[in-house]
């Protein structure tokens, strides 16, 4: 089992820029990905990438402004978020599983969430 702590969720002008970041817990590095969920609405998936080539995939809508990354030294996974919109607001979530197929589909693991506020 893996534990998630995601960091450095905030408030943000539209236009602007956030890095949020997800430190995992243990040796084993697992594809990981990020998800939102806003108010009333269901939780979507973002991004995710591998533990090991660094292929990441993406959701369409936010393709060209968010980037996934990860430090494998840091078991940490960071999501660069560019050109934020007042949509974007939402509790982010980080995940993880045992490959990059489940965590887009629905990862085992979860963290408790960041809250990323964009205002107009």
């Known amino acids: 089992q893996v534990q998630l702590v995601e960091s450095g969720g905030g408030w943000v002008q539209a236009g602007g820029s956030l890095r949020i970041s997800c430190a995992a817990s243990?040796?084993?590095?697992?594809?990981m990905g990020w998800f939102r969920q806003a108010p009333g609405k269901e939780r979507e998936f973002l991004a995710a990438?591998?533990?090991?080539?660094?292929?990441?995939y993406y959701q369409d809508s936010v393709k060209g402004r968010f980037t996934i990354t990860r430090d494998n030294t840091k078991n940490t996974v960071y999501l660069q978020m560019n050109s934020l919109k007042p949509e974007d607001t939402a509790v982010y979530y980080c995940?993880?599983?045992?490959?990059?197929?489940?965590?887009?589909?629905?990862?085992?693991?979860w963290g408790q969430g960041t809250q990323v506020t964009v205002s107009s």
């Open positions: 990438i591998s533990s090991s080539d660094g292929s990441t």
């Open positions: 243990g040796r084993a590095r697992y594809p």
């Open positions: 995940a993880a599983d045992v490959s990059i197929g489940a965590v887009v589909a629905g990862p085992a693991y």
